[in-house]
């Protein structure tokens, strides 16, 4: 025989049925034997060895004679055979039986089933080359479907200690129609696209399979009810392709698998002419050719790693996408005629088996989510902690008297519930009490500023103070009350420990409960603590930012009060002295500063200090001086501005003593300024051009004031000290007003001590 030209079709696939992640179809031939009809055919498709076919093998060509002498060249009218080799996972020849086929095939993807992979298996080839045979075979020569279900409830009696679920579907897709082959009255199926693509048979139901033989019962049922009818090519001519699934839910302990097993037996190719049929069968045979048609594109389209898929083509492709390009083991048996006159039939399907080789899918295991796994892991420890608690239960009954631990157990539980109850009351009537002492401190101290300010407001601080007063002696009854109930309380516990230490059985339990109390008390007492310690610490800090808002304006305020008091003679030495050991104490302080010591001092007070001279060369009087004085004021029937006068002159004696002379000074007021700035002090010529002082040689307190005329027009002025004084127009100070604070000094005054 001469060595066959080797004609590779894609690449040798040598991987078992098992192999996980990417792998390629598993492709199988299977040749059958001649029929009837084929017989005295040249065969056109052979063994060369398991895995290797050849196709159209070249013959040994006879002598060709022309005119009776041997020709060298070849006879044309002979065709040229193809004599090609093609290569699959393995090669079956006609005397292969279904059980060799099934060994070398389904048998090893069952494993794979049981491990969680999906798989799929189908019949592929035109019609009458024997796929029926192989995947159903006969009652006495039962197909690789019959073989696998009995080796996967094999397997399955063999996984001790899982809990198996198994269901069974059955459908065939008839001219283009899918129906439940173990329901047929339910009618035609719809295909459904769900999420992530996965196609389902709407409203397929799935049997539950209880035993094997229900399995194999359905089965048949199954095949009985499926389109058949004779063709010239085939006397029980498959109408339609058919489609067998088996679900397996696999559950052990935390572990829960799925996976899915499909045997497709599909209708086979044909030409019309070599069926001859007519009508409908005609009719069936175009939907057969056209869903082939759609099923070899797909084939195609995923050998050569297109994206796109023409799975929508047909209900056949639809059906099989999960098998063809999903998460699934597959693999092809195709089948073939060795009839030279199924030579194009045999030639396609080769082919179509070749360019199958190339499919690759990613297969995964069927692992069920997480969540479940969880819940499952969850049950799990739950069971096992009932169990130990059911341990641990009977170990204390054997040694303990439960009822007896129960009575006690109730015995701490009403103490230490009083205790607890006790002890957050009493914390509670604590913090009241302190929190209101502080208030009451707070208040108090506002009031010593009240004594000779505004008389309402007193009154309000005073019944706020007895208010909080009225507060804290209740505070302080109830916790005088609080305290023998405690005391009573801790004799309790103490009695009880005491008893409790007497048990030698149960004192270990109950010592532990009564400390467990104890602990939960003080977690309490220390998170009251913790709370009272904020409040306060709010209070305290509420009250220090109004006080130190108060200080804040104190130095001025006292200044401008002890600069009153002084220009006015009524400065005490005591009070002087008090001031500047304010001044003094107040120099601590650096958020206060005193005007005194600023270089550059307001307006009014410089005023002061050019009509007065410095602070430290003013008259000073004593205590009992100022009350001679206030006494002779007081009775003085004077006018005021005459009063005002004599008081401010020089001349005022304070029982023999003088106070300083005034200098006599003059200012000049530029008219275009404010009064009061740009203030030109001369000291040597005290009566300027411009400037007059009164005739009467009465000076007036400080200085005698001449505006020039346009700032006269409107000249009441009001003095920044209260005095109120009226500058007339020609320049003198009508009304000074001795020690009368006006409003805005009053207001900043009581602002001050509020
Ligand atoms: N390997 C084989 N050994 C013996 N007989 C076979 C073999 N394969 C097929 N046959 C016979 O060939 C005939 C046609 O086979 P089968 O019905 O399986 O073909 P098919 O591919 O399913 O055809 P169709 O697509 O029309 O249904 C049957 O009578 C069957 O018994």
Same mark, same amino acid.
């Given at each position: 025989? =001469?060595?066959?030209?080797? +004609? @590779? #079709? &894609? /690449?040798?696939?040598?991987? *078992? ?5 990417? %792998? ?104 009458? =080359?024997?796929?029926?045979? +192989? @995947? #159903? &075979? /006969?009652?006495?020569?039962? *197909? ?5 279900? %009995? ?604």
């Amino acid at each position: 025989m =001469a060595r066959p030209r080797v +004609t @590779m #079709l &894609g /690449s040798r696939q040598p991987r *078992g049925p098992n192999d996980a992640a990417n %792998v390629n179809m598993n492709v199988y031939v299977r040749i059958r034997p001649l029929n009837t009809r084929e017989q005295g055919c040249r065969s056109i498709a052979s063994l060369i060895n398991e895995t290797t076919l050849i196709f159209d093998p070249k013959q040994d060509e006879e002598p060709f004679f022309f005119k009776g002498s041997a020709q060298k060249q070849r006879d044309i009218n002979r065709k040229v055979n193809k004599n090609m080799l093609f290569e699959f996972n393995r090669v079956f020849d006609e005397n292969s039986t279904n059980e060799e086929v099934f060994d070398s095939t389904t048998k090893n993807i069952v494993k794979s089933v049981l491990e969680g992979y999906n798989c799929s298996v189908f019949a592929y080839g035109a019609t009458g =080359a024997g796929k029926t045979y +192989t @995947m #159903l &075979g /006969s009652p006495d020569n039962p *197909g690789i479907t019959y073989r696998t279900i %009995v080796e996967l409830l094999r397997q399955i009696d063999s996984m001790t200690g899982w809990k198996i679920t198994m269901g069974a579907s059955y459908i065939e897709v008839y001219n283009e129609n899918v129906r439940d082959l173990l329901h047929p009255d339910t009618g035609m199926l719809q295909l459904r696209e769900e999420e992530g693509g996965r196609v389902v048979v709407a409203g397929l139901k799935v049997e539950t399979i209880r035993s094997s033989d229900q399995l194999f019962s359905l089965l048949a049922e199954g095949n009985r009810n499926r389109s058949q009818h004779p063709t010239d090519s085939n006397a029980e001519s498959s109408r339609s392709h058919a489609v067998f699934q088996v679900h397996v839910r696999m559950e052990y302990q935390t572990d829960v698998k799925y996976a899915k097993l499909s045997m497709i037996d599909l209708a086979g190719s044909e030409r019309g002419a070599a069926t001859g049929c007519k009508g409908l069968r005609f009719k069936e045979g175009s939907n057969i050719n056209k869903s082939l048609l759609a099923l070899g594109n797909c084939i195609n389209a995923l050998a050569d790693g297109l994206r796109h898929v023409p799975y929508r083509d047909s209900k056949l492709t639809r059906l099989l996408k999960d098998s063809l390009g999903g998460n699934c083991q597959t693999m092809m048996i195709a089948n073939v005629s060795p009839a030279s006159l199924a030579f194009e039939d045999s030639y396609n399907t080769l082919k179509y088996a070749t360019r199958a080789k190339s499919i690759k899918s990613k297969i995964s295991k069927n692992v069920l989510s997480e969540n479940l796994i969880s819940v499952v892991q969850y049950r799990k420890v739950v069971d096992e902690l009932k169990q130990r608690c059911s341990k641990l239960e009977a170990v204390v009954s054997n040694n303990v008297n439960v009822a007896n631990l129960q009575e006690w157990e109730q015995k701490i539980v009403a103490v230490m519930t009083e205790k607890k109850k006790l002890h957050k009351e009493m914390l509670t009537l604590q913090t009241e009490e302190r929190l209101t002492s502080l208030r009451l401190k707070h208040k108090g101290s506002v009031l010593s500023f009240q004594d000779s300010g505004d008389e309402q407001m007193s009154i309000r601080t005073q019944t706020g103070i007895d208010q909080l007063n009225g507060r804290l002696e209740t505070f302080r009854r109830r916790m005088e009350e609080y305290k023998p109930i405690l005391a009573q309380n801790l004799e309790k516990e103490e009695a009880l420990e005491k008893e409790i230490k007497q048990l030698t059985q149960l004192a270990p339990f109950l010592l532990h409960i009564l400390e467990r109390y104890r602990f939960e008390i003080l977690h309490e007492e220390k998170t009251i603590c913790l709370k009272h310690q904020s409040k306060i610490a709010q209070l305290q800090a509420k009250h220090e930012e109004r006080l130190s808002a108060a200080i804040s304006n104190f130095p001025s305020v006292l200044k401008e009060f002890y600069v009153l008091l002084r220009a006015h003679g009524h400065l005490t030495k005591d009070l002087d002295s008090r001031y500047q050991a304010a001044v003094k104490a107040f120099g601590g302080l650096k958020a206060v500063s005193f005007v005194d010591e600023n270089e550059e001092l307001p307006e009014h007070e410089r005023l002061l200090r050019l009509s007065m001279g410095p602070v430290h060369e003013k008259p000073v009087v004593t205590e009992e001086e100022m009350n001679n004085y206030k006494k002779t004021v007081t009775t003085n029937p004077l006018p005021l501005k005459e009063r005002s006068q004599n008081k401010i002159a020089s001349t005022i004696n304070f029982n023999g003593l003088k106070s300083a002379p005034l200098t006599k000074t003059s200012l000049k007021v530029t008219p275009s300024k404010p009064l009061f700035r740009n203030i030109s002090f001369n000291k040597e010529n005290s009566t300027p051009a411009s400037t007059k002082f009164p005739a009467s040689g009465t000076p007036g307190r400080g200085a005698v004031f001449k505006a020039q005329k346009q700032a006269n027009n409107n000249s009441v002025r009001t003095h920044p000290y209260g005095l109120n004084s009226r500058v007339n127009k020609s320049g003198c100070i009508s009304k000074p007003t001795p020690i009368r604070m006006n409003k805005l000094a009053a207001a900043r005054m009581s602002a001050a001590v509020r």
